[in-house]
């Protein structure tokens, strides 16, 4: 079994920032690229930024400068700090890891529950 768990969405005004922390548990052989996806209301699942193994870096458009991903491989935990928070961030939160559960086993998606992030003033 493996688990992704997410924390630290909230409530926050416009121009103010969160971090948001996920951590992946479980019987995990190996974790190759770990993200975050967001999901508004009444829109589609949408890629916020991910990070491979190596460190290599992809942000949505709408983000970029404004949103930092990182990750610590020795904790298994992949976080993302929002900075300059708009209305428009306005979703729910989910963290995604292509995740291989044994040695010989291919890697595949899991997605934690999601965590609401509420930018209003």
């Known amino acids: 079994q493996v688990q992704l768990v997410e924390s630290g969405g909230g409530l926050v005004q416009p121009g103010g920032s969160l971090r948001l922390s996920c951590a992946a548990s479980?019987?995990?052989?190996?974790?190759?690229?770990m993200g975050w996806y967001r999901q508004a209301s009444g829109k589609e699942r949408e890629l916020v930024a991910t990070?491979?193994?190596?460190?290599?870096?992809n942000y949505a458009d709408s983000v970029k400068g404004r949103f930092t991903i990182s990750r610590d491989n020795f904790k298994k935990t992949v976080y993302l700090q929002m900075n300059s928070l708009k209305p428009e961030d306005t979703a729910i939160y989910y963290c995604?890891?292509?995740?291989?559960?044994?040695?010989?086993?291919?890697?595949?998606?899991?997605w934690g529950r999601g965590t609401q992030v509420t930018v209003s003033s």
């Open positions: 995604n890891s292509k995740i291989s559960r044994y040695a010989w086993d291919r890697a595949r998606d899991y």
């Open positions: 479980g019987t995990i052989s190996r974790i190759n690229d």
């Open positions: 990070m491979s193994t190596g460190g290599s870096t």
